[in-house]
């Protein structure tokens, strides 16, 4: 199983988040927001233009928009 970021998972795919280096602040947030290492989640849509990602917590089912740059801290293997 190959690692990769989030910005290289394939729509649908489901992942395991491996670890989360987008700074304190970020970190933070995105745990707030449901994302921590050994959560599986998913790439459920991309927005145009470079726009943030859309990715679903498998857990609980939520769906969170996650800027690129936060994306590509996000270090995920493939299951």
């Given at each position: 199983?190959?690692?990769?970021?989030?910005?290289?998972?394939?729509?649908?795919?489901?992942?395991?988040?491996?670890?989360?280096?987008?700074?304190?602040?970020?970190?933070?947030?995105?745990?707030c927001?449901?994302?921590?290492?050994?959560?599986?989640?998913?790439?459920?849509?991309?927005?145009?233009?470079?726009?943030?990602?859309?990715?679903?917590?498998?857990?609980?089912?939520?769906?969170?928009?996650?800027?690129?740059?936060?994306?590509?801290?996000?270090?995920?293997?493939?299951?």
């Amino acid at each position: 199983m190959a690692n990769m970021t989030l910005l290289e998972v394939e729509l649908t795919a489901p992942v395991k988040v491996l670890d989360v280096k987008c700074g304190c602040g970020m970190s933070r947030n995105l745990a707030c927001l449901g994302i921590h290492a050994g959560d599986r989640v998913s790439v459920v849509r991309r927005a145009p233009f470079h726009g943030p990602i859309l990715v679903c917590v498998e857990s609980t089912g939520a769906n969170i928009a996650v800027g690129r740059e936060m994306a590509a801290g996000i270090s995920v293997e493939a299951e």
